[in-house]
């Protein structure tokens, strides 16, 4: 019985070595998958991978545009009551007599957006009152472009200028005092254009002289408090009032020659002058970054 059993077992240790060497990993051949099922199971992991991809750029543009383009994200630079308006109003043709300290700047968009689409009425209105003719949306489309052009292009290279003369100024904060200082171009156009009528074309001068020179002067005031050299904040001073004096000239004469001169408009001496003065700002730029390593 015992030699019987060591036999039975000799042939089971046999029979289990045939089996290793043929499967060593001790795995059954049947549950080895098929080459079709390898590819559903890669074409499946793709499309959840694509799917996971796809829920979070969805996602992260819904929280960017929830995040940017909110009401309430824009709310604080829009949000004045009707007699802090008109109080900004007034103040801008008031200079104040404060040079000393710095003077403080709201960081608020509605005024500034209002004037400027109050000045783009005004040049629709001088246009059609010197009788011209032409297509509605093109004078709208134009005048926009030139006051919003004026508007966000003058405050940002007055920023950049005033980011190099370490001035303390936000582009919010420079944004609404451009914006206030539209008042002067909006009164002294809208009363020139109605006194015109009488023929009387020096009042434009007068007004131009009084009303734009108050608001120039509000303006410079207000960049010489808060530049703590005195020298670049004259510098930035005489930029920002030769662009808010010469701009009203060219809105006054240059603007309309762009419909008579066959869609040509002519160099007036405003722009000229304005381009020579940023000549000279941006190389008294240089000039000051350079004296450090001069020193050195």
Known sequence: TDATNNMDTAVDLDETHDDFIKNPQGKDTNDVPSSEMLGDMQTKISKEAAGQLWT????????????????DFLR????????DFRNRLVRSFIPSAQLGAPQDVSAELYGPLMLTLTLVAILLYGMKSTGHHMEEGTLI???MVVCFSYWLGISSLLFFIAFVFNAHFTLLQILSITGYSLSGHCTVLLLSTLFDHYGAPSVFYILWVGLGGLSAIKLAGIYLSRTWSSREGTLL???SVAFHMFSILYLRFAYHKFYEGNG????????ICT???TQLCLRQCSDLMREPCIRK
């Open 56 to 71: 979070a750029g969805k996602n992260s543009t819904q929280k960017f545009i929830s995040t940017y383009v909110h009401v």
């Open 76 to 83: 604080p630079y829009f949000d004045i009551e009707p007699q």
């Open 141 to 143: 489309g134009t005048a």
């Open 237 to 239: 001073a005489i930029l």
């Open 264 to 271: 040509v408009v002519c160099s007036p001496p405003s722009l």
């Open 275 to 277: 381009s020579l003065l």
